[in-house]
């Protein structure tokens, strides 16, 4: 099955600093790729979605010039949180999908926590 | 607005018997559903979905029940075993393809041995 891989798989950071979070879809090109947060006990809420070489779509209440998204190529994507805060420590999860496909491919997820 | 709701957040159930999973969705617009699993510190997996022209899927030990007029889908495992011990999630789509996907917050299943 396709296999996307997340990096790194958990940090810790000092608020106010930025943290840069790689996702790629190591055997398939991503057509899209979508950027999920999940805070304790809740569900998976989409954050973005990214086309190959433009701009990212953010969801309601998602600010994109905190969290942003470039997806320079169809195996990479990047989610940079600017000056992050204790509120933006969650589980950020990627996931890669393929135009007409039936389905998405998840990343394993990176922890976030800013102190 | 939690548009994909799993009410239990847990499920024990011997080895060899039935699990039976529930989602209930809110929004009419959604034709497209998805099952997921999810191990620790792994993301979510792939495991069945089925399209609203359809009332049931099934794959080996997986079924599919998807109900419009309750807005209610269910998954069944049957024989459930140990190794299927993880969080399932459901999610929902408004359109076919790799678009947006509204998920519930999981069911953590345990399979007794």
Redo the contacts between chains.
């Keep these: ?1 396709a296999v ?1 891989s ?1 990096h790194p ?1 958990w940090v810790i950071c000092k608020s106010g600093t930025s943290v840069k979070i790689e996702c790629r879809s190591l055997d398939f090109q991503a ?2 790729m ?1 950027w ?1 947060r999940q805070f304790p ?6 954050m973005a ?1 990214s086309n190959e070489g433009s701009k990212a779509t953010y969801e309601q209440g998602v600010e994109k010039d905190k969290f942003l998204i470039n997806h320079a190529s169809l195996t990479l994507s990047t989610l940079t949180v600017t000056s992050a805060h204790p509120e933006d420590s969650s589980f950020y ?1 990627c ?1 890669g ?13 990176t922890r976030l926590l800013v102190l | 607005d ?1 548009q ?1 709701k799993q009410n239990s ?1 847990s499920l024990s159930v011997q080895e060899g018997r039935i699990s039976i999973l529930n989602c209930d969705y809110t929004n009419s617009m959604f034709d ?1 559903f ?1 099952w ?1 699993k999810k191990y620790p ?6 495991l069945i ?1 089925i399209s609203s022209i359809k009332d049931k899927n099934e794959d080996g030990r997986f079924t599919v029940f998807l109900n419009k007029s309750a807005k209610h889908l269910s998954l069944h495992i049957v024989p459930s075993q140990p190794g299927d011990s993880a969080v399932y ?1 459901c ?1 929902a789509s408004g359109v ?11 069911t953590r299943l345990t399979v007794i041995p």
């Design positions: 099955g996307v997340q798989s057509t899209t979508f999920y006990k809740q569900s998976l809420m989409l979605t999860i996931s999908g393929l135009a007409g496909a039936e389905t998405q491919y998840f990343g394993p997820g | 939690q994909v957040p497209y998805l997921y510190a792994e993301g979510p997996t792939f979905s999630f999610a076919t393809g790799a678009n947006n996907l509204f998920f519930g917050t999981g």
